[in-house]
């Protein structure tokens, strides 16, 4: 009889756990509201150091721009790919590409002409597709080999340019030149680059 006893309070209270188990969780709209205000508070961050990345790129180009020429025709440090670096590893490459594409526009609305607005999109645009391929494969310790490909790309992009526009196909032989002051300004903004990214500022990333 206790046997039996115990064996229905057992069922009893299985029963009641199972029924309690299996009732549907409900949602309320606070975890929707949350999620979605956590949703606008991050694309508010981004929006915001997208914007001053923007500025500091276009700043460290007027910079350079007023700064006394190379004496080596055609070649630039490119102080304004840090900006590009940093924003593609500390919001995403998607966002460095908007920085990289507005930096472009404004210098060319401010300081620049047709033809220099050629040689910057082009460029920039052959920088930043091979840095945005190779820069998880290398990894931020090997950021300055990533930067050297960007500059090596990028004054390929503008040597390219530069025949198609004066249609001279003979300034292919400069080639040497630039490749090889591709490799030295490219680690040298990948150094500095290095540095940022071991700064203070890493608090900062969001990707």
Do not use: C
């Not at 969780?25 to 606070?30: D, N, Q, W």
């Not at 991050?42 to 276009?58: D, F, G, H, R």
């Amino acid at each position: 009889m206790n046997r039996k006893t115990n064996r229905e309070r057992t069922q009893k209270q299985l029963g009641r756990h199972i029924r309690i188990s299996s009732k549907p969780k409900v949602h309320t709209g606070t975890d929707n509201i949350s999620f979605e205000q956590k949703r606008k508070t991050i694309s508010l961050k981004k929006y915001t150091a997208m914007a001053i990345l923007t500025a500091v790129s276009l700043i460290l180009f007027t910079v350079e721009a007023a700064l006394p020429p190379i004496p080596i025709q055609g070649v630039k440090i490119g102080f304004s790919n840090i900006v590009t670096l940093i924003a593609m590893i500390f919001l995403g490459r998607r966002e460095a590409f908007i920085v990289l594409i507005m930096r472009i526009i404004l210098a060319g609305v401010f300081a620049g002409s047709v033809l220099s607005f050629g040689f910057s999109i082009v460029g920039g645009i052959m920088a930043f597709i091979i840095m945005a391929l190779t820069v998880n494969f290398f990894g931020e310790k090997k950021i300055w080999i990533v930067s050297v490909l960007g500059a090596v790309f990028h004054n390929a992009g503008q040597l390219a340019v530069a025949i198609v526009a004066t249609g001279t196909p003979s300034l292919s032989l400069y080639a040497p030149v630039l490749l090889l002051s591709a490799i030295v300004t490219g680690a040298i903004i990948g150094v500095v680059t290095t540095a940022v990214l071991i700064s203070p500022l890493n608090r900062y990333r969001m990707n």
